[in-house]
């Protein structure tokens, strides 16, 4: 069973949609960009799905942020 | 199908094995420590599986490392 922190998760479908919204992207634009489906970039922005290592890096790249930087911006959400 | 960044996904597995000598634990008290299996301890340092989101902040914290400190660890044996 996959284990999941519900509050982690939850901190980052906030920064995700954030950053994406910054970026003047849909969630098909993002969808086609990251090589993803607009469904699972809106179940990861609903926080009903938690990204593996590989979907991170690739979100931080088409969002143009580093990986760390995206990890601290969702640690700090998480600590609000 | 899930997406792998297999030279991400090798350069994490090198810095959790480094981390969990460095802190002197083998792979069976690292996973009693994080509530997961030995079996997938090894999976995951042997490249074999990739963390989520959830893994990465638990092996982590019981590594004693910051969430962005480990990413940026990671991101610097990807580029060696």
Redesign the interface.
Known sequence: M????AK??KA?AKVLKRRRRAAGLSQEELAFRS??SPSYISLLETANR?????????LADRLDV????L??E??AELNE
Chains 1, 2 share one sequence.
């Open positions: 996959e284990r999941t922190n982690l998760i980052f090589e993803l938690q990204p593996t290592l590989t979907v991170l890096a690739e580093g990986l760390p930087e990890l601290a969702i640690i």
